[in-house]
């Protein structure tokens, strides 16, 4: 327990000494809000909570992906995790520090943006803080797990950056989260329906614009969770230090 | 004595070539262990199959009784490792990488005293970034033993380290001997192994060609004669490579080196010989082999070639 508690302490530590990754926690969000209100939004608060939406999947998606898959394949390649095979730490004791040191920072994160949302542009959160927080927690959980899937399965840094960018374009444009699903056509939307993140911004949207509570996202949370178990699996069984 | 390594027919290949070939070995509590070699002879892959890092082809290795590779997370509780390249997180504290790995284990020695002994009780609050080679090279050694380890594996310790840096890894090391601690390094440094190790084993293309106490190994390596002589007429090698005594001559100039087992028998049969030939010493020069001269002769290269 005490060993879970520092070994995210630690996590926590070098995401915050790292400038890059602050900015793309914080600033990067904030001034996607920004740019999609402006260009979409025109004002209306219903338009301007959808942004809010696709924002917070959009930062989970980047802070899993980038945050977790291609900083631990580039940490694993610099020799830095090798070091730890050799002690008895338990891999996913690391794997959870790791994983909660993403989570509090995306859930500051997070917190930031929906408070600039509140005082800038007026949305409410309608369905409650409650069920956006159990849909924040297991998206990011999910993501998470992704994350590391990424990072085992990339046998090198450069083919983490690879894989998660391919990954994560479908995940930003078929999802909702920046073009909304009506635009798209049908047999785009049959695709989409494959991908976790089309659910997550489904449940997110659920509960920020349109009011639903866990009650009425839970399809989506079950869904998210059969992935989460899938993605932690083969990341456990695939993770290695070096 | 009791065993702390044991290894039977050890043998690991890469593709076809073996890095490690049918090598068996005991290393006894509370020995000081090196294995010395040119680079490429095995060292490495040897030390990291008994830490569990590598699995073997073939042959058994037990180390503290357990297997390395079966019982690994068990093992690494009471086993202290320096690889030969470890990095660190860059943006930690000295104090934060110390106390975290102390963390791991299930007993840790005292961090503050551990930090002094290492002379980098004044470097905790520096992040790793700002390190030198040898304070990092220090700090990876210092968290070797930060379990209070019965084994110790030390790959290269004193690599890239200043004389200074040196000497403070070879207190540590002596430490290490006084607390009766079994302790194995490979190093590129002779003159580290003849002072630090009461055993020495040799490597070279995944074998050990020789194994015994630095002493030993090097009186029971040839000798060497060197001398002038005041006649050089009828005088060469060929006739002193047929004394009895003598393994090898070569003539320099005006100087003959002689290679031969027994200094005082060859120094009678070459007095004699003079005698016989009415030629005397212009100067005489004896000397033994250092361990340097062995690995030579062992392995017919340099150990940095």
């Known amino acids: ?242 | 004595m009791a065993e702390a390594v044991s290894i039977k027919n050890l043998t690991k290949r890469y593709g076809e070539i073996p890095a490690v070939n049918d090598v068996s070995l005991s290393i006894f509590a509370g020995e000081i262990f090196g294995i010395l070699g040119p680079n490429g002879a095995g060292k490495t892959t040897m030390i990291e199959i008994m830490e569990g890092l590598r699995g073997q082809d073939s042959g058994e290795v037990s180390v503290l009784g357990m297997d390395p590779r079966k019982e690994r997370k068990k093992l690494n509780d009471v086993i202290g490792v320096q690889l030969q390249s470890t990095s660190f997180f860059r943006k930690l504290k000295v104090i934060e990488v110390v106390k975290q790995f102390a963390a791991y284990y299930s007993h840790h020695m005292d961090v503050d005293r551990l930090l002094e002994s290492f002379s980098l009780e004044k470097k905790i609050n520096n992040m790793i970034e700002d390190l030198s080679g040898g304070q990092r090279q220090r700090l990876t050694i210092l968290l070797s033993l930060i379990n209070d380890p019965k084994v110790i594996f030390l790959d290269e310790p004193t690599r890239d380290l200043d004389p200074r840096g040196r000497r403070q890894i070879w207190k540590v090391i002596e430490k290490a001997r006084e607390d009766n601690k079994t302790l194995i390094l490979t190093t590129h440094y002779i003159e580290e192994a003849e002072k630090l190790c009461d055993r020495v084993a040799i490597m070279d293309s995944g074998r050990i060609i020789a194994l015994d106490t630095p002493g030993n190994l090097v009186a029971s390596s040839n000798a060497q004669i060197r001398f002038g002589v005041a006649s050089k007429e009828n005088f060469d090698c060929v006739d002193l490579k047929k004394l009895s005594t003598v393994i090898d001559c070569v003539r320099k100039d005006v100087e003959y080196t002689l290679w031969v087992d027994n200094i005082e028998a060859a120094l009678v049969e070459l007095v004699k010989y003079l005698q016989e030939k009415n030629n005397t010493f212009s100067y005489l020069h004896v000397s033994r082999a250092t361990l340097e001269d062995v690995f030579i002769k062992m392995t017919g290269k340099g150990i940095d070639e």
Not at chain 1, 14 to 21: E, V
Not at chain 1, 100 to 108: A, D, E, G, P
Not at chain 1, 145 to 151: D, E, N, Q, S, T
Not at chain 1, 169 to 186: Q, R
Request: charged content about 10%; aromatic content about 14%.
């Open chain 1, 1 to 242: 327990m005490k060993l879970l508690l520092s070994e995210t302490l630690i996590a926590l530590k070098l995401s915050l000494r790292d400038r890059q990754s602050l900015f793309w926690a914080f600033l990067f969000p904030l001034l996607l809000l920004v740019l999609f209100v402006s260009a979409f939004g025109g004002g209306n608060p219903r338009a301007a909570s959808g942004v809010l939406s696709g924002v917070i999947c959009i930062s989970i998606f980047t802070a899993t992906l980038f945050g977790i898959g291609i900083v631990i394949a580039s940490v694993r390649e610099e020799g830095i995790l090798r070091r730890y095979r050799i002690t008895p730490l338990p891999k996913w004791v690391f794997v959870f520090g790791t994983v909660m040191s993403r989570y509090i920072v995306l859930f500051l994160s997070t917190a930031v943006l929906i408070l600039a949302a509140e005082v800038f542009y007026h949305i409410e959160i309608v369905g409650g803080f409650f069920s956006l927080f159990v849909v924040f927690t297991v998206g990011t959980a999910s993501f998470s797990a992704l994350g590391f899937a990424v990072a085992s399965f990339a046998p090198t840094a450069q083919s983490a950056v690879w894989m998660a960018n391919v990954l994560l374009m479908p995940m930003i444009l078929l999802s909702g989260a920046t073009i909304p699903s009506y635009i798209l056509p049908v047999w785009v939307n049959n695709v989409a329906l494959g991908l976790p993140s089309t659910y997550l911004y489904d449940a997110v949207e659920e509960v920020i614009v349109f009011g639903g509570g866990v009650a009425s996202i839970w399809p989506d949370l079950a869904v998210l969770m059969v992935f989460l178990t899938v993605a932690a699996a083969l990341s456990v069984k695939l993770f290695r230090w070096e």
